[in-house]
């Protein structure tokens, strides 16, 4: 019998439902499934709540057929990615990387050199934008907890227990739970208090983008987020 994660993996795809116990198809989610995906009747799909809970279920003519017990993942540790937005696309590609190796939390960080590029209208836009990718990217690995996108912070609001990636700092992440990204083209002068932990990210300077996705997979790593054992029901 094929076991419970595996089965997850080879669905077609996850999708969101309010409801977890009595789970109905949103008519964006019916559209996707059936005009883009092209799902045929018999299909099966991972349902999730995006609160840790999920269950397999079918494709039919008129909507879903149940196909297992209601599973629930275990809690995700309480990591945090503090990242100033990146350029373009960048930005979103690290949000879908920590959303991937299992981050629980991502706060937009709005550096100095970013105060008047991140607010208003703009900063509303990356936010959902962030959520959607995010959300995207929770489907396609079969994630069933959601990747918290908070709202944003300067670098004077992070709580003191948040580390700072500096490329002069410590190789030793024992312990860490939270690390702040800086922007393209760094810290500016002063932006941290002088007896804040810094963590180095290796020997090369490395783009915002690629800073953010190390700093995410030392954190998740260093947590215990990866190689759990995805546990759920015995097929009905």
Not at 22 to 44: F, K, N, T, W
Not at 215 to 224: I, K, Q
Request: net charge negative; hydrophobic share 45%; proline share 5%.
């Amino acid at each position: 019998m094929i076991d419970a994660w595996s089965r997850r993996v080879a669905a077609l795809t996850q999708v969101r439902v309010t409801d977890i116990t009595a789970p109905a198809l949103s008519r964006e989610a019916d559209h996707h499934l059936r005009r883009v995906l092209r799902a045929r009747d018999g299909e099966e799909i991972v349902l999730s709540d995006g609160r840790g809970s999920w269950r397999m279920a079918a494709v039919t003519a008129t909507g879903l057929e149940v196909l297992s017990e209601v599973g629930v993942d275990p809690a995700l540790g309480e990591t945090t990615l503090y990242l100033a937005p990146l350029k373009g696309e960048r930005g979103e590609w690290a949000i879908a990387k920590a959303t991937e190796v299992g981050l629980a939390r991502v706060v937009p960080l709005v550096s100095a050199r970013l105060t008047q590029k991140f607010r208003g209208e703009a900063r509303d836009k990356v936010l959902a934008r962030w959520r959607r990718i995010a959300d995207e990217t929770c489907a396609q690995c079969r994630r069933a907890h959601d990747l918290e996108v908070a709202a944003s912070m300067t670098p004077a609001e992070v709580p003191p227990g948040v580390a700072v990636a500096d490329f002069a700092g410590s190789g030793d992440w024992s312990g860490v739970t939270a690390v702040a990204i800086g922007p393209e083209g760094g810290w500016a002068p002063g932006e941290w208090a002088e007896d804040r932990r810094r963590l180095s990210l290796g020997p090369t300077v490395l783009r915002g983008e690629t800073a953010a996705v190390v700093a995410a997979a030392l954190v998740a790593f260093t947590n215990g987020s990866w190689g759990f054992a995805a546990v759920g029901p015995e097929n009905e």
